[in-house]
């Protein structure tokens, strides 16, 4: 008796099994470890697995053949079409193309985030220089670090403005490092709280401005608002551009759970969610350099109208970055 | 097909697997088997213990190159930050390696895939792994960064702190593919890929037995695969007994006159194996697939 199934077993066996071998290989040891006439083979020897396993569907009743094949595709399949490059190469795509053509996608989302600080800033300004009993109910504790209404100017200017510079290691490494986490604790919470529908995103984002609106009061009734303005710039506009940035990407992932178009909201949110990622990741990288700046470069420099210029110079690099980087087309899968 | 084949599962192991169909860009629609919680929390756990050794090895390092005049200070924020990076790094870094699987998911047979079928991009890998910092490890920072001791305000923080890491590590259980909000962000989700071998085939060209077509219109496919996996088992007198019987149900239903002798049981299934699957695969041909015997067979009486 001949079966037909027998039959198209024994003429693809041989092919299902170096197929088998090479996947095999692959799961072990990696992409590398193949020769040029194999990679070659590969997708060949999957296309035939596949449609190997398509016949056997319907002509086989050899629940052990269909379920190997199964198998055996499945994992070709992730061979065939899993990621290529390291994660060096990713990084650097990312920063070449991927982060920059983020931004550039996100521009209603930036200018939300970045009005909902500006209100914030407005807010505390006004509330705090009429009356600076306000400062310490809007200010927590351990962000005053000691200043407040009972600072003096005199106080402000030679441990805060002026302080003196800590030293290399302190500087750079512990302090950086602090703040560092700090912010990217805050940048991530605003990021990750666009999944209740960005309303608390937008409170955190105004919240962190009214902080900083409080401190311009606080700065500006003692006469001390231009010194401040420099002293926080240096950092500040790529910290705070950082954190504009995370509240965008929270507000993509909101928009696209609160009104998802003609996809599902997992759809939806799966297909925004990747360049969303994009903008949080890519600011903490900001924030990283921000830290850097402020633990350790805005001592180092202590004059106003430098920190002013190294501030803007900030703003106008990080702006020519998002603006031209990875402008032009590519091949290949977007990363 | 998943229908198929799932029945089986259920009736021999006694397993539901959540299945879910992707369709590959050559068109072909695979099953492909949901991780489970405890397949995904052990996998985690591996890796974790993998970054967890990684980690203190490089505290042990640091701390024997930082020792002459350095302060404690510095040595715990560059381990700090070192192991922040390793662990974001670790996961990425196997993920692309080695098509969506770390060592912990490897050992576990668990991929990471594109939820629709397209190729795993590296974006993705990237966002789901960060996204893995803000489902654990910052609320968790955070939880055990504020005292927990004190009343009123500290209380409830650390209380919120704690309700969102729980929150979110809870979320795989309430949607149907398990998703975290990682794999939801990312478009992926976790998959298990178990490693199955090619057997031999059962089918066997000559036999003593012939069945006539009505003797084979008794079954369809459901009972012909189960008795393929009885055929497959390996040889053992508890084996040998199910055979016996199976082999005695068969004979009775199809009215097999004559008496199977013990030593010739084995031989009877594959014949009767070989003979029912040739009949049911040349009527599948002709359009006519039987799910199992209570469907109604094209020749019936």
């Known amino acids: 008796m001949t079966l037909r199934s027998a039959e198209f077993r024994r003429n693809r066996e041989t092919a299902w099994r170096v197929l088998d071998d090479l996947v095999s290989r692959v799961e072990k040891k990696g992409l590398s470890r193949l020769s040029a006439a194999e990679l070659q083979e590969l997708p060949l020897l999957y296309r035939t697995a596949a449609s190997s396993l398509s016949v056997a569907r319907s002509i086989a009743l050899d629940r052990n053949l269909i379920l190997y094949l199964e198998g055996l595709v499945l994992r070709a399949f992730f061979v065939v079409y899993g990621p290529r490059i390291g994660v060096l190469e990713a990084l650097g795509g990312f920063l070449k193309h991927g982060f920059p053509q983020a931004v550039r996608g996100a521009g209603w989302h930036i200018l939300l985030a970045t009005l909902a600080i500006a209100a914030g800033i407005a807010i505390g300004y006004l509330m705090v220089l009429p009356n600076e009993a306000w400062f310490s109910l809007l200010v927590p504790e351990s962000m005053a670090g000691g200043r407040g209404p009972a600072s003096t100017a005199e106080q402000l200017r030679r441990t805060e403005i002026f302080a003196p510079w800590p030293g290399f290691v302190d500087s750079f490494v512990v302090f950086a490092n602090f703040l560092f986490r700090h912010n990217a604790t805050i940048g991530i919470m605003t990021f990750g709280l666009g999944v209740f529908g960005g309303v608390p995103t937008l409170l955190l984002l105004g919240y962190q401005g009214v902080v900083l609106g409080a401190f311009f009061a606080l700065h500006s009734n003692r006469g001390l608002l231009v010194d401040f303005i420099g002293w926080v710039s240096i950092h500040g506009v790529t910290e705070i551009g950082a954190l504009i940035l995370c509240g965008a990407g929270g507000l993509v992932i909101a928009e696209k759970i609160l009104f998802p178009g003609r996809y599902n909201r997992l759809d939806s949110l799966a297909m925004a969610g990747k360049a969303a990622a994009g903008l949080a990741g890519g600011a903490v990288l900001m924030l990283f350099v921000a830290g850097l700046i402020e633990g350790g470069l805005r001592q180092l420099i202590a004059s106003t109208p430098w920190r002013l210029a190294i501030g803007a110079a900030t703003g106008a690099l990080w702006a020519a970055y998002f603006l031209s980087s990875g402008r032009r087309g590519r091949h290949g899968p977007a990363t | ?301």
């Not at chain 2, 594959?270 to 049911?280: G, S, V």
């Open chain 2, 1 to 301: 097909m998943a229908q198929r084949l799932d029945r089986i599962n259920r009736l021999l192991d006694g397993i539901t697997r959540n299945r879910r169909e992707i369709t590959t860009p050559e068109g072909v629609t695979l099953e492909v088997d949901v991780a489970n919680h405890g397949e995904r929390l052990v996998a985690f756990l591996i890796d974790f213990l993998f970054w967890m050794l990684a980690t203190v090895l490089l505290f042990l390092v640091l701390g024997l190159t930082l020792l002459h005049g350095v302060t404690g200070s510095v040595t715990v924020t560059v381990v700090l930050f070192l192991s922040f990076l390793l662990r974001n790094l670790y996961f990425i870094h196997f993920e692309l390696q080695s098509q969506g699987a770390t060592p912990g998911k490897r050992i576990v047979n668990l991929k990471v895939i594109d939820r629709s079928g397209g190729p795993l991009l590296p974006g993705a890998i990237v966002a789901r792994n960060l996204t893995r910092e803000v489902e654990i490890f910052l609320p968790l920072g955070l939880f055990f960064a504020v005292p927990k001791i004190g009343v009123g305000a500290e209380f409830w923080t650390a209380a919120s702190y704690f309700g969102w890491a729980v929150a979110l590590s809870a979320l795989p259980f309430f949607n149907r593919d398990h998703l975290r909000a990682g794999d939801l962000i990312a478009g992926t989700m976790v998959i298990s890929v178990p490693r199955r071998a090619l057997l031999a085939e059962l089918a066997e060209a000559q036999s003593r037995f012939v069945f006539n077509r009505k003797q084979l219109d008794a079954y369809g496919a459901f009972e012909l695969q189960v008795l393929e996996e009885l055929l497959r088992r390996p040889p053992s007198p508890d084996t040998q007994m199910m055979q016996d019987q199976v082999c005695e149900k068969i004979r009775r239903k199809i009215g097999w006159e004559e008496a199977i002798p013990p030593a010739e049981t084995l031989d009877f299934l594959k014949a009767f194996y070989t003979a029912e699957r040739a009949h049911l695969e040349r009527e599948q041909q002709f359009g006519r697939y039987r799910a199992d015997k209570n469907e109604p067979a094209a020749t019936g009486p």
